[in-house]
């Protein structure tokens, strides 16, 4: 049952945040500041890794593909947000609906798969330092990132493929400000409940199997920092404290979402718009800030730059 044949519903109509043209206006100013620094500060990120060689580790490699990432999770939703806080009648057309479905699974399958690479090697570098350069060769990141995007885009797909089938026969409107998978599925003219349990446990188990791949590998690393002498694990702890803020700030709403995935409060548009907006700046902010390679790298760059327009 092809959607061309039974769906009637060529476009939906987003409900966005808010129905006042003020808070609408102040939305957009915010929002567009959090995204601007979001992309900029994420691009920095892989500029400064790139540039200099002192970052040419397996930390900083999987870093700057984190970042990548980040910058194509802020473009999934972000603009067309802050343009329709500008127009009243906010609408997305059905391909579009499932195209920014497709991106923005993708992006976030990929970004968990990522993080767990991370764990590892910081459990390497941490719990197994002789084998640390022999085990996190050039080769395991590379394998490390293209499983992640296909483990990303395949989840993304086996949402997809149902979807894109559902009868869209009449109700269009998506109390959101993008196209969120389960609002999108409650629209359909057909008892949805099955359909509703395939995608809670299509999301739920790639998000549970990595965060709890996650919590046990930053567990033993921080009994293995503990033990270790306090000179030697300062540095080491100030790394973890960064990747765990991360995870507890990005698998957070997600695993909200999850365990009401279906039944929606007011308050989950604004835990949407932290996942979906305030999310990727958390990288540039949370690595850079605390990571004194980064820092010290940033500002060589910085004065190189500035040598450069005096000469």
């Given at each position: 049952?092809?959607?061309?044949?039974?769906?009637?519903?060529?476009?939906?109509?987003?409900?966005?945040l808010s129905?006042?043209?003020?808070l609408?206006?102040?939305?957009f100013?915010?929002?567009?500041?959090?995204?601007?620094?979001s992309?900029l500060?994420?691009?920095?990120?892989?500029?400064?890794?790139?540039?200099d060689?002192?970052?040419?580790?397996?930390?900083?490699?999987l870093l700057?593909?984190?970042?990548f990432?980040d910058?194509?999770?802020?473009?999934?939703?972000t603009?067309?947000?802050?343009?329709?806080?500008?127009?009243e009648h906010?609408t997305?057309?059905?391909?579009?609906?499932?195209?920014?479905?497709f991106?923005?699974?993708?992006?976030?399958g990929?970004?968990?798969?990522?993080?767990?690479a991370?764990?590892?090697?910081r459990f390497i570098?941490i719990?197994?330092?002789?084998h640390?350069s022999?085990?996190?060769n050039?080769?395991l990141?590379?394998?490390?990132v293209?499983i992640?995007?296909t483990v990303?885009?395949?989840?993304?797909?086996?949402?997809?493929a149902?979807?894109?089938?559902?009868?869209?026969?009449?109700?269009?409107?998506?109390?959101?400000?993008?196209?969120?998978?389960?609002?999108?599925i409650e629209?359909?003219?057909?008892?949805?409940y099955?359909?509703?349990?395939?995608?809670l446990?299509?999301?739920?188990?790639i998000?549970?199997?990595?965060f709890?791949a996650?919590i046990?590998?930053?567990?033993i690393?921080?009994?293995?920092?503990?033990?270790q002498?306090?000179?030697?694990?300062?540095?080491a702890?100030s790394?973890?404290?960064?990747?765990?803020?991360?995870v507890i700030?990005?698998?957070?709403?997600?695993i909200?979402?999850?365990?009401?995935?279906?039944?929606r409060?007011?308050?989950d548009?604004f835990?949407s718009?932290f996942y979906t907006?305030?999310?990727?700046?958390?990288?540039?902010i949370i690595?850079?800030?605390?990571?004194?390679?980064?820092?010290?790298?940033?500002?060589?760059?910085?004065?190189?730059?500035?040598?450069?327009?005096k000469?």
């Amino acid at each position: 049952m092809a959607h061309t044949n039974e769906s009637v519903v060529s476009e939906f109509v987003l409900l966005g945040l808010s129905d006042s043209w003020e808070l609408q206006l102040f939305f957009f100013a915010i929002f567009s500041i959090v995204y601007v620094a979001s992309v900029l500060g994420n691009v920095m990120i892989i500029v400064i890794i790139s540039s200099d060689s002192h970052l040419n580790s397996p930390m900083y490699f999987l870093l700057s593909n984190l970042s990548f990432i980040d910058i194509c999770q802020s473009n999934s939703a972000t603009p067309k947000m802050l343009g329709d806080f500008l127009f009243e009648h906010k609408t997305i057309s059905f391909e579009g609906c499932m195209a920014q479905i497709f991106i923005l699974h993708s992006f976030v399958g990929s970004e968990m798969m990522l993080l767990v690479a991370m764990a590892y090697d910081r459990f390497i570098a941490i719990c197994k330092p002789l084998h640390y350069s022999t085990v996190m060769n050039r080769r395991l990141c590379i394998i490390f990132v293209s499983i992640s995007w296909t483990v990303g885009i395949l989840h993304s797909v086996s949402h997809l493929a149902f979807t894109v089938d559902l009868p869209f026969c009449g109700p269009n409107e998506v109390d959101s400000f993008f196209c969120d998978l389960p609002l999108v599925i409650e629209l359909a003219c057909m008892d949805t409940y099955k359909m509703e349990i395939m995608t809670l446990t299509n999301s739920g188990l790639i998000s549970l199997s990595c965060f709890l791949a996650l919590i046990i590998s930053y567990a033993i690393i921080l009994i293995t920092v503990q033990r270790q002498s306090s000179s030697g694990s300062s540095k080491a702890l100030s790394t973890l404290t960064a990747h765990i803020t991360v995870v507890i700030l990005f698998f957070g709403p997600c695993i909200y979402f999850y365990i009401w995935p279906f039944s929606r409060l007011s308050v989950d548009k604004f835990i949407s718009v932290f996942y979906t907006v305030c999310t990727p700046l958390l990288n540039p902010i949370i690595y850079s800030l605390r990571n004194e390679d980064v820092k010290s790298a940033m500002q060589k760059l910085r004065n190189h730059h500035v040598n450069s327009w005096k000469n």
